[in-house]
């Protein structure tokens, strides 16, 4: 009974949600906020990441790197919040796709986080009647 026990616990401890990346929109400009992460793609721990990078994509265009933020520590593990602006225009009211990617100093980038669809609506309503 102990030996179940325990393997349940183990299992539900390395299989816990993570923090997801999120985006949070105020008029074309977008807060993304993420935690960076701490392991490698095999899962040894991290010792040498330089930066997290924000992509977004327009509907029917090619994706758009937007800032590199610098790693909190080579470690990695850092939470981080980071301003996007992207170009929405007035007029527009467009599905924009986010996901971030992270580097270590080697230059070696990872696959991207889940992408997130957020709204940019700059389209202003009809005039009352």
Same mark, same amino acid.
């Given at each position: 009974?102990? %030996?179940? +026990? @325990?393997?349940?616990?183990? %299992? @539900?401890?390395?299989?816990?949600? +993570?923090?997801? %990346?999120? @985006?949070?929109? #105020? ?6 906020? *993420? ?6 793609? /095999? ?8 930066? #997290?990078? !924000? *992509? *977004? &994509? ?20 850092? $939470? !981080? #919040? ?5 170009? +929405? +225009?007035?007029? &527009? /009211?467009?599905?924009? #796709? @986010? ?11 990872? $696959? ?7 709204? %940019? ?9």
């Amino acid at each position: 009974m102990k %030996i179940a +026990v @325990f393997c349940f616990a183990m %299992i @539900f401890a390395f299989s816990a949600k +993570v923090a997801a %990346i999120d @985006f949070t929109v #105020t008029g074309a400009s977008v807060t993304a906020t *993420y935690t960076e992460p701490s392991t490698n793609a /095999d899962a040894t721990l991290l010792s040498d990441l330089s930066k #997290t990078n !924000i *992509y *977004y &994509q327009l509907p029917g265009g090619t994706p758009v790197k937007g800032p590199d933020v610098a790693a909190s520590r080579p470690q990695g593990g850092g $939470a !981080i #919040t980071t301003q996007v602006t992207v170009p +929405v +225009v007035a007029g &527009q /009211d467009v599905l924009v #796709t @986010f996901w971030a990617t992270a580097t270590d100093t080697g230059g070696n980038e990872s $696959a991207r986080s889940a992408e997130v669809q957020r709204r %940019i609506d700059r389209l202003a309503p009809a005039a009352p009647n």
